[in-house]
């Protein structure tokens, strides 16, 4: 009985989610994904995202970026590698919970249309010597598009602007990385949530600063999860009449963590994955597609799966077993 009760509050939950998601046509948006190439239909788009998804320089900054860090009552500013035509996204927020020790950093990127940081997670390990850096996701918190009542350009049918938020997403993570690690700090790790441990595992992925990885309600296809997930059952609406999910899955390939797996197995990089069984937002044969690749590259993931669904996983008693999990792995 209980169980039923908690799939019909994960199911209310996600309906309250949906407000404000005004469908959206569906677009190429090439110029957006791959800056000054020609790239005019799907076959061309798809072609090009999966030659994208095998240069290990994709998630590189190739320009001299601008590092100017300025750290304010508790809040990292600095500008995004990336220029984007909304001026409130090009400046990256992120709010700073120090420490005390320069030995152990956590930086925490939130899920999708996130509506405020994590402050209890953040104050639970400054106390244990952990100092968290909380980002803003592009479009997200003071970056907020003027007038949305979601992250709509971060994830979307407009298939290059989605490629280029993520890609920008991953740009800021290892600027904040680089910077923490400028600034002393000998270990740092990444937290991600939902849409947020995409761009964790990407990041973790390509940055060798990055030691330790917790990914929370992850998988592995980012198409997959867009075209079977509750909570982007209006990106669906506007992708199905377009595009067939196969070549979702090749116009998204570089945002699929499956093709990263070998850096995932990596021996110097400790990875965590925290998973909900009754999952419809990430459903698990999304995230076991992801672990099973791992596997085959040579990792044994073992990870943690509750008996809970995508939103109940912040209920009692999953987010206490969650938290007592990834406390034993950061600390």
Known sequence: ??????????????????????IERFALGAELAFPGERIDNIREFCA????????????????????????????VRFPSGTVTDVAENNIVWAKITKSGSREKALVIFHHWNARSRNAQIAGFFSRRGITVVEIAMPYHFERSRP?????????????GRTIRAMRQAVFDGRKLIGWLKNEGYREISVLGMSLGSWVAGLIAAHDANVSKASLFLTGGSLADM?????????????????????????????LNLENYVRRLARPDLDLQMILAKRDTVVRPEVSDSLLLALQNAGRRPRPLRLNCGHYSLGKLPYILCAGLSLRRFLT
């Open 1 to 22: 009985m209980y169980l039923s009760w908690l799939d019909r509050w994960d199911e209310q939950r996600a309906k309250r989610g949906e407000d404000g998601k005004a």
């Open 226 to 254: 867009v075209w079977n997930g509750r909570a982007t059952r209006s990106i669906r609406s506007s992708l199905e009449p377009e595009i067939a999910l196969a070549d979702l899955r090749r116009a998204w390939s570089p």
């Open 147 to 159: 007038g949305s009542l979601h992250a709509d350009y971060m994830l979307s049918a407009n298939l």
């Open 48 to 75: 090009r995202a999966e030659q994208a998804s095998a240069d290990p320089t994709f998630f590189e900054e190739h320009e001299r970026a601008d590092h100017a860090f300025e750290v304010s009552d508790g809040w």
